[in-house]
């Protein structure tokens, strides 16, 4: 080898080492909280348009990518805006509701609604139609001036969509992410009016026919009768004469487009954290595996620009404010694939899933998805869909495309993600199945136990893959934690623990029967504060199951001593 | 006398071959037990027709997220295999298909009539085939449905010269009406090959020429897409020349084999095809049995006095391992061009030949020739990829394939040579859209070659 070329081979070692080794994890004690609240304000950015094509493409090369992924088989990097706990702070991509104050069942049914729907005391004016593909809808402004989107069920799985859509919307809400307020509505079509300026194209027998309000051509002209044929009729009316609809009411903002769930938004400057590298977004997956919302993917986010009230007045002042961040469309959630009912595929593969494709080519077609094991598929009620613990795997659920930000989940993102889905309980998830206003007992029960089911599979899965030792506190000399996996399957208390702190003269394991493991003092002398791993006692607890099983991962809890007490700086499971 | 005229006719074994394939056409379906085909169990909850909540639908709800795709790319409704590529693989394939006279004629599929009036479409050129590695083409059509009248033009060029261009009119959507068509075409390939005749043409005798031809067919048969009875007859003229070809790292054929030279001869065909389908999918099937037959006599227009009967026959049978995922598909075919006046010649580039990507994949295009061929395939298929659509059968496929071919030529199909058979190996993957076979590459094995597949062409 010439010098030359071995000076090469070093060069590109080092760039090799240098690239895995980058990104060193914050350690909890250096975390600062600055660029976690992204609600700093920023000049009003334009607005983007989603590729829907880009990101299909960018799916496949992805999953491919997954297959390939070095960092998959070493370990990939962990959430960068994790806080000291594992946690996230509020921000303008996720509120912390439920898992740290319970909602009040009431309170999931309601969900993110601050109204009750569309007012239609008075005229409810169309103002745009949406009549091609498979989901009509129209756009209307309500008798208090509010605009909503109002979309339809598909009449042979009637309550479907909306159910769905209702249900989802307020889990994700109370979860903690932004979303629009949705209501399953009930139409009055006798308050319908057209917009002077209303157009829309229908399909007719002769192909797409133009329409207008006011129209020199009477053939042409859009009236309430051709609005009726073309889109109302297509439903059906309950004895009161009124539509069943999903509304969802326009979101506060400005529209900015939607989010990618990787990489960062460049006309942002809140924008600091690759999405991919968000744990909102990461542990979106659980959330999303377990209401099987599939279509979680760019096309359905909006950034909404929400105006500083300090904003400069005049049309021509740049207005100042933030983005917030929002999923949106969740008629592809639970049950409900929007114009078709999930069947046993949905949540079990890609739509184009290349490590699937990859699987069955080289063993002859012998690998098989849960799917495949499902033919012929069950039953389901037609106003739910499938949605059930059959064939439910928390950890190997899939979206329709891939999503690059829950490829990177690590099992701390899974164990965060969990426990949102673990903090909702029988009483809530009644209430949520309640906001879908079924109107089969039979069908809401068979939604609300696969809702029940899928949780549990969720934490039990979860929940082992770290040790769920949940809010460490020092109390009395020692370090409590609530053991989740307790809390929700039961079981007895007992964990391995190691205390290791060189410099305070501490060396110790054991295990113990309760949730509490005492702290030594350190050695006399030790100093206060510092900011290194040296200055810091390390408490690994691994959580023992019934069964003999561990945990996968401990969790590692870091604790201060102050000269007289300990007290928690931060965790990682 | 050169090597297209050293055979002498055989009109008894053309009978017998014939009269074997049909008794083998008739008998299949009944020999091999669950080849009838199953209605997939209707798992999907669908309110009756007449249900009061049953919609009106919307225009093309049915769409496939690839159906949208392909729309949104403006392939839809035409065809969007379309690729050109070797020999007849390019954009008059689906004309050619139809009057060739071949028995695969009968099996050629379509994507149906493009939803709206005036369809362009831009076609891509194939990668690393001899016909060219760059190359595009046009696609105009005026379709009006599946019923009516319908024009169009084709045109279609790689930067190795191969041309096609073609203009028709037609009657019906041959896929599924009852049809006529005409057709006027003009096709060039500079890039054919050619070893010399017989199963053991010399592997170093390789040698290219052109082929150009021009002239007029016409065609009535019935849907070329509905299971059951499928059948047709055709007649056209055409002119025909062989010359140099363009192949800069081999000979010239004309050189190698200077009697094959052909000054423009004209010639006019006339034939019939008949088949019967059985399989439960066209383009990708699962179970089910195939066959069919075909023959076109030819004569010459001119002062020449060539004169034969082609004749071709294959059948197939699909039988499910345990699922549709898993297919074990089995194909024999036959064809002989018999001189029939008393000439005892035939223009080498109208003898059967084998090799390629639809058969004896392991060797080159048009590796072998003579006046009669016969060839088996036998392939283990899974799925490796079903488009998920609420419509099983509406769904695209990617689909793998474990393949085995065999076959020979001969100076005819009595004189065939089980001794002499070649065989191939080798491995490949297809898509299909809906019922379409759009491609196919792979990789396949012999003993003259490791030979990369690729093919808008299906075996099935």
């Known amino acids: 080898m010439t010098t030359r070329s071995a000076l090469a081979a070093l060069a590109i070692t080092a760039a090799a080492i240098s690239t895995a080794c980058g990104g060193r994890p914050i350690q909890p004690w250096e975390y600062q909280p600055r660029p976690m609240a992204d609600t700093l304000a920023i000049f009003e950015p334009d607005e983007t348009q989603p590729s829907l094509v880009y990101e299909q493409v960018y799916g496949v090369f992805s999953g491919l990518g997954r297959v390939a992924s070095v960092n998959r088989k070493t370990g990939l990097p962990p959430a960068l805006n994790a806080d000291p706990f594992d946690e996230v702070v509020n921000s303008a991509w996720f509120t912390n509701r439920n898992a740290r104050d319970p909602l009040s069942p009431d309170g999931i049914l309601r969900g993110p609604q601050a109204s009750e729907g569309p007012d239609q005391s008075g005229e409810v004016t169309i103002w745009s139609i949406k009549a091609e593909g498979v989901t009509p809808g129209f756009w209307i402004e309500d008798a208090a001036g509010v605009r909503w989107i109002l979309k339809f069920d598909p009449p042979e799985n009637w309550e479907m969509g909306s159910g769905a859509e209702v249900v989802a919307t307020n889990l994700f809400w109370a979860a903690g992410y932004h979303t629009p307020e949705n209501h399953v509505y009930y139409l009055d079509p006798s308050r319908l009016v057209l917009d002077d300026e209303l157009d829309a194209e229908f399909p007719e027998a002769e192909g797409m026919v133009e329409y207008r309000v006011g129209a020199d051509d009477p053939a042409r002209e859009l009236t309430m009768d051709v609005f009726r044929r073309h889109i109302l009729d297509r439903y059906p009316t309950s004895s009161d004469g009124m539509i069943r609809a999903m509304a969802s009411r326009f979101l506060p903002g400005a529209p900015k487009g939607p989010f990618d769930y990787a990489g960062l938004r460049e006309d942002d400057p809140n924008d600091v954290i690759p999405h991919e590298h968000r744990r909102e977004l990461r542990g979106l997956y659980v959330m999303a595996a377990w209401l099987n919302h599939v279509d979680a993917k760019k096309g359905n986010t909006q950034d909404m620009f929400i105006v500083d009230p300090r904003s400069p007045e005049g049309d021509d002042a740049p207005a100042i404010g933030y983005l917030r961040h929002h999923l949106l469309d969740f008629g592809s959630a639970l049950g409900s694939g929007s114009v078709h009912p999930h069947n046993p595929r949905h949540g079990s593969e890609h739509d184009f899933d290349a490590s699937a494709i990859l699987l069955r080519l080289v063993t002859f077609g012998a690998y098989k998805r849960p799917w495949q094991k499902m033919l012929p598929y069950p039953e389901w009620p037609p106003s739910i869909g499938f949605y059930s613990i059959d064939g439910f795997n928390p950890a190997d659920w899939r979206s329709n495309i891939v999503n690059p930000a829950f490829i990177n989940r690590t099992a701390r993102d899974g164990y965060w993600g969990a426990k949102l889905v673990m903090s909702f309980t029988d009483a809530q998830l009644d209430a949520a199945a309640r906001a879908g206003r079924y109107s089969e007992p039979d069908a809401a029960a068979y939604l609300l136990e696969g809702l029940k089911e899928r949780r549990d599979a969720t934490g039990r899965y979860w929940f082992r893959q770290v040790s769920s030792l949940d809010r460490p506190r020092v109390e009395g000399g020692a370090v409590v934690f609530d053991d989740l996996w307790a809390r929700h399957f039961g079981g007895s208390a007992r964990y391995e623990y190691a205390l290791d702190w060189d410099d305070g003269g501490i060396d110790d394991e054991g295990e113990v029967t309760s949730a509490r493991i005492p702290l030594p003092a350190p050695a006399a002398g030790v100093p206060t504060g510092g900011d290194s791993a040296d200055d810091h006692l390390r408490l690994e607890v691994r959580k023992v199951f019934d069964d003999g099983g561990r945990a996968d991962r401990p969790a590692t809890i870091w604790l201060a001593w102050d000269g007289s007490a300990y007290r928690v700086v931060g965790v990682r499971y | ?460």
């Open chain 2, 1 to 460: 006398m050169g090597p297209v005229a050293r055979y002498t006719t055989n009109r008894e074994g053309t009978l017998r071959a014939f009269v074997v394939c049909t008794i083998l056409v008739a008998l299949l379906p009944a020999a091999v037990p669950g080849l009838a085909q199953e209605t997939p169990a209707d798992t999907a909850l669908v309110l009756p027709d007449d249900h009061p909540l049953r919609p009106q639908p919307p225009p093309r709800t049915d769409l496939t997220p690839m159906e949208r795709l392909f729309g949104a790319l403006g392939w839809l409704g035409t065809r969007p295999f379309e690729f050109l590529g070797t020999g007849a693989e390019g954009t008059a394939i689906w004309y050619e298909d139809r009057v060739g006279g071949f028995a695969e004629g009968l099996s050629g599929s379509a994507l149906g009539p493009p939803p709206d009036p005036g369809t362009f479409s831009i076609m891509g050129g194939s990668l690393g085939t001899r016909s060219g590695f760059v190359g595009g083409g046009v696609h105009v059509h005026t379709p009006s449905g599946p019923t009516g009248a319908r024009a169009g033009v084709t045109a279609a060029f790689t930067n190795r010269l191969y041309q096609e261009y073609s203009a028709y009119v037609g009657l019906n959507d041959p896929s599924e009406r009852p049809y006529a068509i005409v057709t006027g075409f003009y096709d060039i390939d500079t890039m054919d090959r050619f070893w010399g005749l017989g199963p053991f043409s010399d592997e170093e005798l390789q040698s290219s020429f052109s082929w150009e031809r021009w002239g007029a067919r016409a065609m009535a048969g019935l849907p070329e897409e509905k299971r059951g009875l499928r059948a047709n007859v055709h007649a056209g003229w055409e002119n025909s020349i062989v010359f140099e070809g363009d192949a800069l790292d081999e000979p010239d054929a004309v050189d190698v084999f200077p009697e094959i030279a052909l000054p423009s001869i004209q010639l006019a065909s006339a034939g019939a095809g008949l088949g019967y389908d059985l399989r439960d999918v066209a383009g990708h099937p699962t179970r089910g049995v195939y066959a069919s037959a075909a023959a076109t006599y030819w004569t010459s227009a001119d002062d020449f006095e060539y004169e034969w009967l082609h004749w071709a026959a294959q059948a197939q049978v699909h039988i499910p391992l345990g699922s549709d995922w898993h297919i074990l598909s089995l194909k024999a075919s036959a064809e002989e061009a018999d001189p029939t006046g008393d000439l005892d010649e035939i223009p080498f580039s109208y003898l059967p030949t084998l090799g390629g990507s639809g058969t004896l994949r392991g060797f080159d295009s048009w590796r072998f020739r003579d006046r009669a061929a016969a060839h088996a395939t036998a392939a283990f298929r899974w799925r490796i990829w079903l488009e998920h659509t609420q419509n099983p059968d509406k769904g695209g496929v990617l689909e793998a394939a474990l393949f085995y071919d065999t076959g020979t030529v001969g100076p005819a199909i009595d004189e065939i040579d089980g001794d002499q058979l070649k065989h191939s190996y080798g491995l490949t993957i297809s898509a299909y859209l809906l019922d379409s076979h759009m491609m196919t590459f792979g990789v396949g094995y012999s003993e003259e070659a490791i030979r990369l597949i690729f093919s808008t062409r299906d075996v099935w």
